[in-house]
């Protein structure tokens, strides 16, 4: 059998290398200093045992059992183990604040201070005036009341985790009065009906889903009511026969019984995004303004910050809130505060947000830059693609996204890509697809319409070239 084996070219079970031997070779030197003999050992051991079974089960190559292969196939696989799981990616969805892909992209003021933040002590939770004990959300509860006009403010790890504990501080066993036409739901089946029961607090729908009347809350009141409560339709449109009741309206109904009106913006934002061409938003400080005693708020979406829950209003109320024993649970650590402080500060000059806040750059880029973008990059994705797809530069529409203004459209530019053979497009559309996910920083577009569309609204000119050189070479 061994001389079977041998005059095949094939291996015998006891032909493998021993784990020290391999351990000892020249070959192996470069794992071990890249990943350690811990792991090195351990991924040897899994190579010889599959090798053994091959073996067993007729034969393996011999030079798959040279040091050089064993070295090479160990060193790939632990690679392969150590690469982050967490990686960049080009966005191309024409979809700007993606849930998926992480959101608001961080200026560069957050990213230095999350840096020193993470190289540094810092005073977390230290006044430095008193040299005593402070409170992290000293470290933005000015710079929030500053910018919305509320008494007080505090920080949770995001918007849904806001709404719980205001829920549960103030409403615990009671009555919390919603229309049943803002009882959404978002992503990751955040619902408000579930969130309310979890907190602790009886829901009360009024009026009906496109259509609810002021009479709606107030017959909706009793004793055991512990607010009105409204939430912003942050993923979804109501249209057609429609009414529903404004802020200003519900708050003086809430006050008149001596009531909080409180507010879930979702996406809140900071300024007037119609000075820069968007779409018309609330802001916090108009909520704040028109009666609202709580406005909760996420720091992710429009805000163009990291991941938080942000609560503003009434002083006494937020003190509340800060007693409750989830608050500690849902507290931010301080690489959270430390990128939300420097956004906050950007909001203190409005004027300079455009270039400097990287969400809202995106967001107001304007065609006739990205268009140009298209064309040159037109021939290179075609090269890489190859003869099979025809790539076209065509003018197509963005979105915001994570629920911020759900039916408007930003006039973008990007690439076509359609299938150029017969038959169904389909499987080869997907192939493709598949292919630009595997580069070394994937590419991210969408498939729909018999057609891969790569909107370039968030591949900014600083990062064309090295886009551009991961597909100088074809995928197939």
Request: charged fraction near 25%; include cysteine.
């Amino acid at each position: 059998m061994a001389d079977q084996l041998s005059a095949a070219g094939l291996a015998a079970a006891n032909d493998i290398p021993s784990l020290d031997r391999l351990l000892n070779a020249e070959a192996l030197r470069p794992a071990l200093a890249a990943h350690g003999r811990t792991q090195v050992v351990a991924a040897l051991r899994r190579d010889l045992e599959a090798l053994r079974k091959r073996a067993l089960d007729g034969g393996v190559p011999r030079h798959e059992l040279d040091a050089a292969a064993v070295a090479a196939r160990t060193s790939a696989a632990l690679d392969e183990a150590a690469r982050p799981r967490l990686r960049a990616v080009y966005n191309l969805t024409g979809t700007v604040l993606h849930t998926n892909l992480g959101r608001a992209l961080l200026p560069d003021e957050a990213v230095a201070s999350v840096l020193r933040a993470l190289t540094t002590p810092a005073n977390l939770e230290f006044d430095l005036d008193t040299g005593g004990r402070g409170d992290r959300d000293d470290l933005i509860d000015d710079l929030l009341c500053e910018l919305t006009g509320a008494e007080a403010a505090t920080v949770v790890n995001n918007n849904a985790a806001a709404v719980l504990l205001m829920l549960n501080a103030l409403a615990d066993r009671r009555e919390v009065v919603v229309s049943r036409g803002e009882l959404v739901e978002i992503g990751g089946a955040f619902r408000i009906p579930d969130i309310m029961k979890r907190a602790g607090a009886k829901l009360v729908e009024v009026g009906t889903t496109n259509r609810t009347h002021a009479a709606d809350y107030e017959n909706a009141v009793g004793p055991r009511t512990a607010m009105l409560m409204k939430v912003h339709c942050s993923n979804y449109a109501v249209t057609g026969f429609t009414k529903s009741v404004g802020v200003a309206d519900v708050a003086a109904l809430a006050h008149a019984r001596g009531l909080p009106a409180t507010v879930d913006l979702g996406s809140g934002t900071l300024v007037d995004l119609t000075q820069f061409g968007l779409p018309k938003e609330d802001t916090v400080r108009e909520t704040i303004a028109a009666g609202a005693d709580l406005v909760t708020f996420s720091g992710d979406k429009l805000l163009g910050g990291p991941q938080a829950g942000l609560l503003v209003g009434r002083a006494d109320l937020i003190r509340k809130i800060k007693k409750n024993p989830l608050k500690r649970a849902l507290r931010v650590g301080k690489l959270t505060l430390a990128a939300l402080e420097p956004v906050l500060q950007l909001y203190r000059a409005p004027e300079f947000l455009a270039q400097r806040l990287t969400t809202l750059r995106l967001l107001t880029r304007p065609m006739r830059d990205i268009q140009p973008q298209a064309e040159r990059l037109r021939g290179v994705l075609a090269h890489a693609a190859g003869p099979s797809y025809a790539v076209e530069a065509v003018p197509m529409f963005s979105q915001i996204g994570s629920g911020a203004l759900p039916i408007d459209q930003l006039p973008s530019y990007g690439l076509a890509v359609r299938y150029a053979g017969s038959g169904r497009p389909g499987r080869h559309l997907d192939r493709l697809e598949t292919l630009l996910r595997r580069l070394p920083v994937p590419v991210i577009g969408r498939v729909a319409d018999d057609a891969l569309w790569l909107d370039l609204r968030c591949l900014e000119d600083r990062d064309e070239a090295a886009f551009a050189a991961q597909l100088a070479e074809p995928l197939a």
